[in-house]
Protein backbone atom coordinates (compact mmCIF):
# COMPACT_ATOMS: atom_id res chain seq x y z
CA UNK A 1 0.00 0.00 0.00
CA UNK A 2 1.19 3.24 -0.51
CA UNK A 3 0.68 4.53 3.16
CA UNK A 4 4.83 5.90 2.72
CA UNK A 5 5.26 9.32 3.14
CA UNK A 6 7.87 11.24 1.52
CA UNK A 7 9.21 14.77 1.86
CA UNK A 8 9.79 16.29 -1.09
CA UNK A 9 11.73 19.58 -1.15
CA UNK A 10 11.16 21.76 -4.21
CA UNK A 11 11.23 25.31 -5.49
CA UNK A 12 9.32 27.01 -7.57
CA UNK A 13 9.92 27.38 -11.21
CA UNK A 14 9.78 31.30 -12.61
CA UNK A 15 9.37 32.28 -16.17
CA UNK A 16 13.05 33.02 -16.76
CA UNK A 17 13.56 29.17 -16.26
CA UNK A 18 10.62 28.07 -18.41
CA UNK A 19 11.51 27.29 -22.10
CA UNK A 20 13.14 24.15 -24.27
CA UNK A 21 16.52 25.61 -23.97
CA UNK A 22 16.55 26.74 -20.10
CA UNK A 23 14.91 23.73 -19.40
CA UNK A 24 17.39 21.76 -21.13
CA UNK A 25 20.29 23.48 -18.92
CA UNK A 26 18.75 22.99 -15.53
CA UNK A 27 18.39 19.11 -16.37
CA UNK A 28 22.14 18.93 -17.38
CA UNK A 29 22.26 20.79 -13.53
CA UNK A 30 20.26 17.70 -12.05
CA UNK A 31 17.20 19.51 -11.48
CA UNK A 32 14.13 18.19 -12.91
CA UNK A 33 11.06 20.52 -14.09
CA UNK A 34 7.55 19.46 -12.93
CA UNK A 35 3.75 20.91 -12.12
CA UNK A 36 1.87 20.64 -8.89
CA UNK A 37 -1.97 20.31 -9.75
CA UNK A 38 -4.78 21.08 -7.18
CA UNK A 39 -7.49 23.27 -5.80
CA UNK A 40 -7.69 24.96 -8.51
CA UNK A 41 -4.08 26.55 -9.94
CA UNK A 42 -1.12 24.83 -11.13
CA UNK A 43 2.46 25.83 -9.88
CA UNK A 44 5.88 24.94 -11.69
CA UNK A 45 8.74 23.70 -9.85
CA UNK A 46 11.82 22.28 -9.83
CA UNK A 47 13.11 19.51 -8.02
CA UNK A 48 16.35 17.53 -7.58
CA UNK A 49 16.87 14.58 -10.15
CA UNK A 50 18.74 12.13 -7.06
CA UNK A 51 15.42 13.35 -4.95
CA UNK A 52 13.09 12.36 -6.84
CA UNK A 53 14.18 9.07 -7.67
CA UNK A 54 14.46 8.08 -4.04
CA UNK A 55 10.41 9.49 -3.76
CA UNK A 56 9.34 7.25 -6.46
CA UNK A 57 11.36 4.57 -6.27
CA UNK A 58 10.56 3.37 -2.19
CA UNK A 59 8.67 0.70 -1.32
CA UNK A 60 5.19 2.11 -2.43
CA UNK A 61 7.01 3.26 -5.67
CA UNK A 62 5.05 5.32 -7.75
CA UNK A 63 1.55 5.67 -5.16
CA UNK A 64 4.08 6.72 -2.74
CA UNK A 65 2.08 9.85 -1.04
CA UNK A 66 4.41 12.65 -1.28
CA UNK A 67 4.58 15.83 1.20
CA UNK A 68 5.68 18.35 -1.43
CA UNK A 69 7.31 21.48 0.30
CA UNK A 70 8.36 24.71 -1.65
CA UNK A 71 11.80 26.37 -0.66
CA UNK A 72 11.16 28.64 2.14
CA UNK A 73 7.86 27.29 3.41
CA UNK A 74 6.37 25.10 5.75
CA UNK A 75 3.27 24.20 4.16
CA UNK A 76 3.22 20.65 3.23
CA UNK A 77 1.04 19.46 0.19
CA UNK A 78 -0.18 16.23 -0.08
CA UNK A 79 0.24 14.83 -3.68
CA UNK A 80 0.50 11.61 -5.74
CA UNK A 81 2.16 11.02 -8.92
CA UNK A 82 -0.35 11.99 -11.77
CA UNK A 83 1.64 11.83 -14.47
CA UNK A 84 5.55 11.77 -15.77
CA UNK A 85 8.11 11.72 -19.60
CA UNK A 86 11.08 9.46 -19.58
CA UNK A 87 13.95 10.42 -22.07
CA UNK A 88 12.92 8.08 -24.92
CA UNK A 89 16.99 6.38 -24.57
CA UNK A 90 18.32 6.69 -21.12
CA UNK A 91 14.69 6.36 -19.50
CA UNK A 92 15.18 8.73 -17.04
CA UNK A 93 12.80 11.29 -16.13
CA UNK A 94 12.54 14.61 -17.97
CA UNK A 95 8.96 15.84 -16.45
CA UNK A 96 7.15 14.99 -13.86
CA UNK A 97 3.39 16.39 -12.60
CA UNK A 98 1.98 16.05 -9.17
CA UNK A 99 -1.66 16.47 -8.21
CA UNK A 100 -2.52 17.61 -4.60
CA UNK A 101 -4.72 15.34 -2.64
CA UNK A 102 -6.85 15.29 0.68
CA UNK A 103 -5.47 11.67 2.29
CA UNK A 104 -9.45 11.49 3.96
CA UNK A 105 -10.70 11.33 0.22
CA UNK A 106 -10.89 8.52 -2.46
CA UNK A 107 -9.12 8.97 -5.49
CA UNK A 108 -9.23 6.90 -8.65
CA UNK A 109 -5.97 5.74 -10.39
CA UNK A 110 -4.59 3.08 -12.75
CA UNK A 111 -2.74 0.40 -11.00
CA UNK A 112 -0.02 -2.39 -12.39
CA UNK A 113 -1.43 -5.79 -12.96
CA UNK A 114 0.89 -8.55 -11.86
CA UNK A 115 0.93 -11.91 -12.88
CA UNK A 116 2.00 -14.75 -9.96
CA UNK A 117 1.67 -18.56 -9.93
CA UNK A 118 2.23 -21.07 -12.58
CA UNK A 119 -0.74 -21.52 -14.97
CA UNK A 120 -1.41 -25.62 -15.66
CA UNK A 121 -1.99 -24.85 -19.07
CA UNK A 122 1.55 -23.30 -19.40
CA UNK A 123 2.88 -26.54 -17.84
CA UNK A 124 0.92 -28.21 -20.79
CA UNK A 125 2.96 -26.91 -23.56
CA UNK A 126 0.03 -23.60 -23.81
CA UNK A 127 0.81 -20.00 -24.26
CA UNK A 128 -0.17 -17.27 -22.05
CA UNK A 129 -0.81 -14.29 -23.24
CA UNK A 130 -1.34 -10.89 -20.48
CA UNK A 131 -4.23 -9.02 -21.99
CA UNK A 132 -5.00 -6.05 -19.49
CA UNK A 133 -1.70 -4.56 -17.89
CA UNK A 134 -3.31 -2.05 -15.75
CA UNK A 135 -6.50 -1.94 -13.52
CA UNK A 136 -8.85 1.13 -12.54
CA UNK A 137 -9.63 1.82 -8.88
CA UNK A 138 -10.73 3.68 -6.51
CA UNK A 139 -9.21 4.08 -2.83
CA UNK A 140 -8.00 6.75 -0.38
CA UNK A 141 -4.44 7.99 -1.52
CA UNK A 142 -2.94 5.79 1.52
CA UNK A 143 -4.44 2.72 0.13
CA UNK A 144 -3.68 2.39 -2.90
CA UNK A 145 -1.76 -0.65 -4.10
CA UNK A 146 1.97 -0.82 -5.87
CA UNK A 147 0.50 -3.69 -8.14
CA UNK A 148 -2.37 -5.90 -8.20
CA UNK A 149 -1.80 -9.69 -8.33
CA UNK A 150 -3.25 -12.08 -10.72
CA UNK A 151 -3.02 -16.12 -9.60
CA UNK A 152 -2.59 -18.16 -12.68
CA UNK A 153 -2.96 -21.21 -10.62
CA UNK A 154 -6.31 -22.37 -12.42
CA UNK A 155 -5.09 -21.02 -15.70
CA UNK A 156 -5.73 -24.19 -18.08
CA UNK A 157 -5.12 -24.41 -22.05
CA UNK A 158 -8.01 -22.22 -23.81
CA UNK A 159 -9.16 -20.52 -20.65
CA UNK A 160 -8.93 -16.87 -19.01
CA UNK A 161 -8.35 -15.07 -16.31
CA UNK A 162 -10.89 -12.11 -15.11
CA UNK A 163 -11.15 -9.77 -13.14
CA UNK A 164 -14.00 -11.81 -11.24
CA UNK A 165 -11.40 -14.08 -9.96
CA UNK A 166 -8.92 -11.70 -7.99
CA UNK A 167 -9.34 -11.70 -5.06
CA UNK A 168 -11.09 -8.42 -3.26
CA UNK A 169 -8.24 -5.54 -1.45
CA UNK A 170 -9.76 -4.18 1.67
CA UNK A 171 -10.24 -0.08 1.16
CA UNK A 172 -10.28 -0.84 -2.60
CA UNK A 173 -12.73 -0.94 -5.40
CA UNK A 174 -12.17 -1.88 -9.03
CA UNK A 175 -13.93 0.37 -11.75
CA UNK A 176 -13.31 -2.12 -14.68
CA UNK A 177 -16.69 -4.75 -15.32
CA UNK A 178 -15.37 -7.81 -13.60
CA UNK A 179 -16.82 -9.84 -16.20
CA UNK A 180 -15.83 -8.55 -19.74
CA UNK A 181 -12.36 -7.33 -18.29
CA UNK A 182 -9.89 -10.44 -19.41
CA UNK A 183 -6.51 -10.29 -17.52
CA UNK A 184 -4.52 -12.97 -18.84
CA UNK A 185 -5.40 -16.24 -21.46
CA UNK A 186 -3.69 -19.64 -22.24
CA UNK A 187 -3.61 -20.51 -25.54
CA UNK A 188 -3.58 -23.56 -27.72
CA UNK A 189 0.45 -24.04 -29.37
CA UNK A 190 0.02 -22.64 -33.01
CA UNK A 191 1.45 -25.60 -34.06
CA UNK A 192 -0.66 -28.20 -32.64
CA UNK A 193 -3.53 -25.93 -33.91
CA UNK A 194 -2.92 -26.26 -36.87
CA UNK A 195 -2.54 -29.82 -36.38
CA UNK A 196 -5.72 -30.47 -34.90
CA UNK A 197 -7.36 -28.08 -38.37
CA UNK A 198 -5.20 -30.66 -40.92
CA UNK A 199 -7.06 -33.78 -39.00
CA UNK A 200 -10.35 -31.87 -38.65
CA UNK A 201 -9.98 -31.32 -42.59
CA UNK A 202 -9.18 -34.73 -43.94
CA UNK A 203 -12.00 -36.38 -41.86
CA UNK A 204 -14.77 -37.70 -43.62
CA UNK A 205 -18.13 -35.36 -43.60
CA UNK A 206 -21.04 -37.43 -41.92
CA UNK A 207 -22.64 -39.63 -44.12
CA UNK A 208 -20.28 -39.45 -46.97
CA UNK A 209 -19.25 -43.11 -46.16
CA UNK A 210 -22.93 -44.50 -46.16
CA UNK A 211 -23.01 -42.59 -49.61
CA UNK A 212 -20.57 -44.54 -51.32
CA UNK A 213 -21.56 -48.09 -49.19
CA UNK A 214 -25.10 -47.57 -50.83
CA UNK A 215 -24.08 -46.85 -54.44
CA UNK A 216 -21.46 -49.89 -54.30
CA UNK A 217 -24.19 -52.07 -53.33
CA UNK A 218 -26.49 -50.91 -56.25
CA UNK A 219 -24.11 -51.41 -58.88
CA UNK A 220 -23.40 -54.85 -57.53
CA UNK A 221 -25.55 -57.95 -58.82
CA UNK A 222 -28.70 -59.49 -56.85
CA UNK A 223 -28.16 -63.15 -55.32
CA UNK A 224 -29.35 -65.28 -57.62
CA UNK A 225 -29.77 -63.03 -60.10
CA UNK A 226 -27.46 -64.66 -62.31
CA UNK A 227 -28.84 -66.48 -65.83
CA UNK A 228 -28.25 -69.91 -65.93
Given at each position: ???????????????????????????K?????G????????????????????????????????????D??????????K?????A??????????????L?????????V?L???????????????????L?????P??????I???????????????????????????D???????A??A???????L?????????E?G?????????????P???G???
Amino acid sequence: MSGERIRLEVRERDAAERGSRRVKRLRKQGLIPGVLYGKGESRALLVGERDLRVALTGPSGLHAIVDVVFDGQKTEHHAVLKDYQQHAIKGTITHVDFHEVRLDQAIQVSVTVQLVGESPGVKQGGVLQQVTRELNVEALPGAIPEHIEVDLGELEIGGAVRLESVAAIEGVTFLDDPHDTVLATCAVPRGLAELEEEVEGEAPEEGEAGAGEAEAAEAAPADGGSEG
